[in-house]
């Protein structure tokens, strides 16, 4: 696990991401807690948990599960569109407990189905072509999943153009509209009352 | 990094470490994240990598204000191997001089009130190769070139998809916020318009009003 970041004591921080339908999210963590005495990140920390919650587009609970200090998550999309995954400790202490932090270790993967290397070490010619070959179809899957997911949003993208294309031509009619009518009556109601006081 | 079965020194003594440097040197790890970056806030990430090690870091914003962000990349002396202010978009290819922690950041302290959608792929090392040359006797059959040259196209299709997806998002969030900016200014300018024009109207009336003593009644 590479790539960490910071972040406060009970910070919720989150990340998104945008999937088709029926994608594979497979997340890794590992959290670290600064320790004050050692003014260092300590290796384990027994006790310490994370809260994770996985958000759909359309704003219902994926998943809401404590894991420890170290895990691995997972979920499929059954809808297409951002997703967002929030990682918060489970931690009580005060937040004015000063420099306090922990350092969070995230890898997310999203629709790759990983290589078996133990199957792959198998001295057989054939089955190691094999298992490319799968993992190639797998991989293509992933692409033209992508690409009509693509199509769909650009579409949604046309739509949204097209509307304020038509709501340009329509405000601009009705102000229009507008401007003449009320020019027409303060006319009017001018005539009307310059004439009933005697000034015309 | 696969674990290497430790082998007794003996003639190929010399060529196991530099092996195992060299398999250090080709890990590879690729994390992209998306997340949002609030008005006025900083995220730093960071990684460690070894020496010598190829690395590439992509990153582009999505959504928000003026679709721009400051990118600052250190090394593990604190030496600024990049620094950029207000990019929508940049990559920046370096080779790691020095094993440490790397550390880049994103920065919106520049925004008062907008957040901003930040996308960043962080590529550290190459692929390894599909099929690796260890214990190799022949040159690669017909069907494993294919299956590399397949790999490859691949790879570069899932990249430009990618990118043709966040260049996509980024373009449905602009026409989104026009959408909202000429329905809201619309209604505000037509509200305005009929406020104005019969606010005139009675002001002018209240001139003539009959309550005022004016002085200048041509009088009798």
New interface residues.
């Given amino acids: 696990l590479?790539?960490?970041?910071?972040s406060g004591e009970r910070e919720e921080?989150?990340?998104?991401?945008?999937v088709p339908s029926d994608t594979l999210v497979i997340g890794n963590y590992r959290v670290q807690r600064w320790d004050i005495h050692k003014q260092d990140f300590l290796e384990s920390a027994p006790g310490l948990g994370m809260f994770v919650t996985v958000t759909t587009p359309s704003a219902e609970v994926l998943l809401s599960k404590l894991y420890g200090p170290q895990g691995t998550f997972s979920f499929t999309s059954y809808l297409s569109g951002e997703h967002i995954i929030c990682l918060q400790s489970n931690s009580t202490r005060f937040v004015a407990f000063a420099g306090s932090k922990l350092r969070i270790h995230?890898?997310?993967r999203v629709g790759e189905h990983f290589l078996d290397?133990s199957v792959v070490q198998a001295k057989d010619k054939v089955n190691?072509?094999n298992i490319?070959?799968e993992h190639?179809i797998e991989?293509?899957h992933?692409?033209s999943k992508?690409?009509n997911y693509?199509r769909e949003?650009?579409e949604?993208?046309r739509k949204?153009?097209e509307?304020?294309n038509s709501?340009?031509l329509w405000?601009a009619v009705?102000?229009t509209l507008?401007?003449i009518s009320?020019?027409i009556?303060?006319i009017k109601?001018?005539r009307d009352?310059?004439i009933s006081?005697k000034?015309v | 990094l696969r674990a290497m079965p430790l082998r007794a020194a003996g003639p190929r003594g010399r060529l196991l470490p530099l092996l195992l440097v060299a398999l250090a040197a080709c890990a590879v790890r690729a994390s992209e994240i998306t997340f949002e970056l609030p008005d006025n806030a900083k995220q730093c990430f960071y990684e460690e990598i070894a020496q010598g090690t190829k690395c590439t870091l992509e990153f582009q914003v999505i959504t928000g204000g003026h679709y721009d962000v400051d990118c600052r990349l250190e090394d593990p002396d604190g030496i600024v191997l990049y620094k950029e202010m207000k990019k929508q978009y940049d990559s920046f290819t370096f080779t790691a001089s020095r094993n440490g922690t790397y550390k880049f950041c994103f920065s919106n302290e520049f925004s008062t009130f907008t957040h901003k959608t930040v996308y960043f792929d962080f590529q550290v090392g190459e692929d390894p190769p599909l099929f690796p040359s260890e214990n190799r006797v022949t040159a690669l059959t017909q069907m494993e070139s294919a299956c590399v040259s397949i790999h490859e196209a691949l790879k570069s299709v899932i990249d430009y998809q990618t990118h043709f997806r966040l260049r996509e998002a980024q373009g449905r969030s602009r026409a989104e916020d026009l959408n909202t900016r000429v329905a809201y200014w619309s209604i505000g300018e037509a509200i305005i318009l009929l406020v104005v024009s019969i606010g005139q109207v009675f002001l002018l009336k209240s001139f003539f009003s009959d309550k005022r003593t004016t002085t200048t009644r041509v009088g009798s």
């Fill in positions: 590479a790539l960490y970041f910071h921080k989150c990340i998104i991401e945008d995230l890898d997310i290397e190691e072509v490319r070959l190639l991989q293509i992933h692409v992508e690409q693509e949003r650009e949604k993208f949204t153009s509307e304020t709501n340009i405000w009705v102000q507008i401007l009320i020019g009556w303060q109601s001018l009352f310059f006081k000034l």
